[in-house]
């Protein structure tokens, strides 16, 4: 796997594919060049080895016809190897050295020694009544005629493989005329003899034939290679190249107010990954500026409010319709102490927001925590006639910051009072779960319908819109409370039910854990 995407679909796995079949192309079409270049040279080297000897087959010949024996035979083998390059012996059918082209004496003769020869190595037997034709037709200008059934044969006759070492070219010049008729009457001639040859000492060429034929079939096939490889990396690069282009084009959308821009998700690969996490963003950017809307305008309305009132307070004093009074200093006390909290609020979720609200925790004694926010309340829940009671398991310790502790509990506390009618009680409980501290606020107010729940700790959110500021709050008290449990490694959730009361509960670290 590569991020989530499976191997076989990785944008990488397709590439390092191209790239070995590329590769397996190239070695197989230089394989088969050179395989073509040397099967030619091969053919080219034994039909030019082939000619050669039928040459040096022909021109004894000859002489065995024109000549009763071997003497004098010497200059025409010595001119015969200067233009094969071959070593060429004849001895006669016992093995005595007739001629060498390596000799210097013509009239000499001796046994060859039986580790200068082997009679295994006879290349032909140059004996007129018996023409070697297999040999004969492959002389230059000799016509291709039938062979003629041969006569008993010995086990001297058998021609071997001709040598493969490449030689020059001989020519007719100097040689006795081959084209002449396969027919011979019947005379004197020279006794039959062996025909040594020995190969020409190899030669330095190149691995592949450079001739011209194959140095265009190397630029053909190059250039085949190449256009292949060109059009499998443009037809890669126009298939990854296509989403990002899209992708950009959806950004640049984007950044001209489309908030609705989104990429086309087209293959699933890390291209499609790329996609997939920029629509996400695109969503989440759009809620968030949907977020960002609402949230000037609800700050704009609940600052609107108190302004609003204190400012109507002063014009009628200053008319002298209100008295000033303690009445109306009580009054503007009260509006300037809630503004003062909004202001306060804001300042903490901007805070959070951007990653600067500083905690400093340290472990802290629920129950006597508790008890603290339950006498700070114990005046608004008595002016309401709502019972507010505290318990906590003893020894319960939480590792928080005290004062961050204190403002999320007395949210969740002012908030339960707040929606508690007449009558109706709320209850603040602490207890130990394995390595967590659970706070619990229990009302018996109205309840949260459950299509509600989602959104109670989102900020300015109230479940009656129609709400005032007095009977709702500023809808910023449980948005803090889920930033602090959060930046303490705890959460905060919700249960409900229309009629029946809430529960919120603040799960945190414990102390000594």
């Known amino acids: 796997m590569t991020g989530g995407v499976p191997l076989h679909r990785s944008l990488v796995t397709r590439l390092i594919a191209m790239s070995l079949a590329v590769c397996a192309v190239s070695v197989a079409a230089t394989a088969w060049l050179v395989v073509r270049s040397t099967d030619a040279a091969i053919d080219e080297v034994n039909g030019q080895t082939l000619r050669d000897d039928a040459v040096v087959y022909d021109a004894l010949l000859d002489w065995s016809r024109e000549h009763t024996d071997w003497a004098g ?105 081959t084209d002449r008729p396969t027919e011979y009457s019947e005379q004197s001639h020279a006794p039959p003899a062996r025909l040594f040859i020995t190969g020409r000492p190899p030669v330095a060429s190149t691995f592949v034939d450079l001739s011209a034929p194959s140095r265009a079939r190397i630029a053909g096939l190059a250039a085949l290679v190449l256009a292949l490889a060109a059009g499998a990396s443009v037809a890669v690069g126009v298939r990854i190249t296509r989403p990002l282009r899209e992708l950009a084009a959806a950004a640049r959308r984007m950044t001209d107010g489309d908030d609705d821009a989104r990429a086309v998700v087209r293959t699933r690969d890390e291209i499609g990954d790329v996609a997939v996490a920029f629509n996400s963003l695109a969503e989440r950017r759009g809620e968030q500026e949907r977020l960002r809307r609402a949230m000037v305008g609800d700050v704009a309305h609940e600052l609107r409010t108190p302004l609003s009132s204190v400012r109507g307070w002063l014009e009628a004093a200053q008319d002298g319709l209100t008295p000033t009074d303690g009445r109306l200093v009580d009054s503007l006390h009260e509006e300037a102490v809630h503004l003062q909290s909004l202001v306060g609020d804001l300042q903490d979720l901007a805070l959070a927001d951007a990653g600067e609200l500083r905690l400093h925790p340290e472990p802290v004694e629920l129950g006597p925590a508790l008890e603290q926010v339950v006498r700070g309340q114990g005046a608004a829940a008595s002016a309401k006639g709502v019972g507010l009671t505290a318990r906590t398991d003893p020894g319960v310790v939480v590792r928080a910051d005290p004062v961050r502790l204190r403002q999320a509990v007395t949210n969740l506390v002012a908030n339960a009072v707040r929606h508690t009618p007449g009558g ?87 102390g000594d854990g």
């Open 73 to 177: 035979v010497q200059p025409v083998l010595v001119r015969l190897a200067d233009r094969t390059g071959y070593h060429i012996m004849l001895t006669d059918t016992e093995g005595t050295l007739l001629a060498d082209s390596a000799g210097s004496d013509p009239a000499g003769a001796a046994t060859v020694p039986s580790a200068a020869v082997n009679l295994a190595d006879t290349r032909a037997i140059v004996d007129p009544a018996q023409v070697d034709w297999s040999l004969l037709q492959h002389a230059p200008g000799a016509e291709q005629v039938p062979v003629p059934s041969p006569e008993p044969a010995t086990e001297l006759e058998a021609v071997p493989v001709p040598s493969t070492e490449p030689a020059p070219e001989v020519g007719p010049t100097d040689l006795p005329d």
């Open 424 to 510: 109706g009680s709320v209850e603040v409980t602490g207890a130990r779960d394995g390595g967590d501290v659970v706070v619990a606020v229990r009302d018996t107010g109205e309840g949260i319908a459950a299509a509600d729940l989602a959104h109670v700790f989102e900020r300015f959110w109230r479940a009656d819109a129609s709400r005032t500021r007095g009977t709702g709050g500023s809808g910023l008290g449980l948005a803090i409370v889920r930033q602090v449990a959060t930046l303490h490694g705890g959460s905060v959730g919700v249960e409900s039910e229309v009629g029946r009361g809430t529960t919120f509960t603040l799960r945190l670290p414990a």
